[in-house]
């Protein structure tokens, strides 16, 4: 399939293209290297993934990278055609909302962090939310007094939202651009994006979730 493919050379863009549409797992450039034998030198295979990433534009299946990982997916376009279950679509709260936008902005950040910004109590339950979404995860510790769970976006945040890296996301001029913010989501995301205190109350947003 890779025969006719300009750039670096046919043996190492089939090796490249086996090794990803085997793995189970999306692979670094390093990873793809070392599993053929170059070491962890991704240099190694780059132009190949360029390569093939440029091939399979306008394919049934594209080559993408999410977080500086490589996989195969459906083309967007045709998902529907290899969907078979009806997706229960739920709205997230608007607690889970501010707090997905505030980890993304600021990891990793703990929970202290993410309630200092929002200036109310954040509920476990927003957090749980979006762990269960696969869109944050526990990033460890930080190490000060006691030791506070910090948290992160995961490679299935950038790959939902179609981004390859947070560097993507979207600025607050950018989001009033398109016409997606009203007024109080102007105050909501400029909270998350600039690390400000929108609001002074002591009130948890527990009923939000």
Do not use: C
Request: glycine share 10%; no cysteine.
């Amino acid at each position: 399939m890779t025969q006719d493919i300009p750039g670096a050379p046919d043996d190492m863009l089939r090796a490249v293209e086996a090794t990803l549409f085997a793995s189970i797992e999306p692979l670094t450039a390093d990873q793809v290297a070392l599993h053929l034998g170059f070491g962890e030198k991704g240099g190694e295979v780059r132009p190949a993934l360029a390569d093939l990433q440029r091939h399979y534009q306008g394919r049934g299946i594209h080559l993408v990278e999410r977080g500086g990982r490589w996989h195969f997916e459906t083309a967007p376009d045709l998902a529907h055609l290899l969907r078979r279950e009806k997706e229960d679509v739920r709205r997230l709260s608007r607690a889970a909302t501010e707090v997905l936008a505030i980890v993304a902005y600021h990891e990793p950040v703990s929970r202290a962090e993410i309630e200092a910004i929002r200036g109310v109590q954040t509920a476990k339950g927003t957090l749980d939310v979006l762990m269960e979404a696969g869109w944050v995860r526990v990033a460890g510790r930080r190490e000060v007094p006691g030791r506070p769970v910090i948290y992160a976006t995961t490679p299935a945040f950038l790959d939902h939202f179609g981004l390859t890296s947070l560097k993507e996301l979207p600025g607050i001029d950018e989001l009033r651009a398109a016409g997606l913010l009203d007024p109080v989501d102007d105050d909501m995301i400029e909270t998350a994006l600039g690390g400000g205190n929108a609001r002074a109350s002591e009130k948890s947003d527990s009923e939000d979730d």
